[in-house]
């Protein structure tokens, strides 16, 4: 059922139910006035019921020749009926007795705790309250239906204005939810409203620009995966294809380099499938208590020769005592051998590269932390590149030959393998002074005492 026809249904119950409500209204009005009129003028009713009282029991218990007695109190009121043993004994006035006896204030007649009768009666207000009771229930039909009719016609004008208001946020939503179906990244929504539809405006538009960010990230990561797979193809395919044509075998170098490339496609590919895993959260960590000051010297180690062929100056300082956290070793060990290497990269020959550890107390957070900073001399990094460097693909040096280097995962699978371990990763860089890359890892309760 759409929104318009409940609105229509609704609205025509609630006439009914006020039509209602203002009749019952009146007929109670009726009776709260009579009421009021009695207790404004009580000492009269009261005065007419002794009186009756007082000729019942002068008359031995007997109401004979009642209707043909003149009662002195009855002629301040405009209707009195003295009705007793089912029959009417005594009546003043122009009213029916059915109408009196069902509308006029009822009086009861007691003469030694027995009920001898009951008075109905009406002073001047109560009657003019009666006939006012009377003319409004003949005119009553009428007015209904000329009310039915207008307010019937105004509510389903109003139904119609105010569905039409009320849909048309709905319509609009639903046709910026078919535009976003139809791959449009501008749909638009009420947004600027503040009631409920603003908000879910408010969501959608919010969910559309993530789908369409996410939309871009995909077909940038295409596009970057292609061209990274693209030159070691070429390589590949070209040397093959050259070996075939000319029937020469190949050469050690030329198979070198084929396998080379072969390597690259195939760390390419790990690394990327790597990368997805940890984006998505599909990677189960199988952590373990590890000393970093262990792993810190232990991956010193391997790297060294690295950092040597560049003749750059390797130190590493850390506490004496041993720091513990809760790692998968190998990925934190990915993850520092990540940093470390795009330091060496971007440091020049002659310079150098501090890695320390140390705890730190970080001020928002309620536990520990160990702090391993990887400290060089290199290029830096502009401030422009900064929020971007842990993006797949994104290299800050612009001009870097892709075959020349990594893949341009690198940090962001160091970053990936922190934020699975509780951890982040801080950056400061200055152009032509270096950068520094500081890891942060939750310690173990049992370490974080001197």
Known sequence: MRIRTKLMLSMSVLLVFILLFLLAATHIQFYIARDYAYREDKASFE???EEFQRYYADHGRSWERAGTFEFDRARGFAEVLLYADGVPLYRQGHLRVDELR???YPLVIRYDGQKAGRLYVMNDEQLKTYEFKKMWYRFLPNVGRASLLFTGLAALLTIWILSWRLTRPV???VQGIESIQQGNESASFPIRRKDEFGEISKAL???NESLAKAERARKQ????????LRTPLMIVQGELELAQETGDTLSPDKQSSILDEVYRLSRLVHEVLDL???EAGMTELRPGEENLSSLLEELADKIRFLAEDKQIRLTLDGPEEEVRVSVEKPRILQALYNLLTNAIYYTNPGGQIRV???RAIVPDKQRPYARIRIEDSGVGIPEADL???????YRADHARARPSGGTGLGLAIAQQNVLAHQGWIDVRSVVGKGSEFAVYLPVLPSSSQD
């Open 387 to 393: 929020p971007h460097i842990f993006d797949r693909f």
């Open 276 to 278: 997805s895993k940890l």
């Open 221 to 228: 990561l295409l596009s970057d995966v292609a061209h990274e």
């Open 205 to 207: 538009r919010d969910m």
């Open 356 to 358: 320390s550890l140390e």
């Open 171 to 173: 319509r609009r939503i």
């Open 102 to 104: 069902n509308d006029g």
């Open 47 to 49: 005065a007419l019921r």
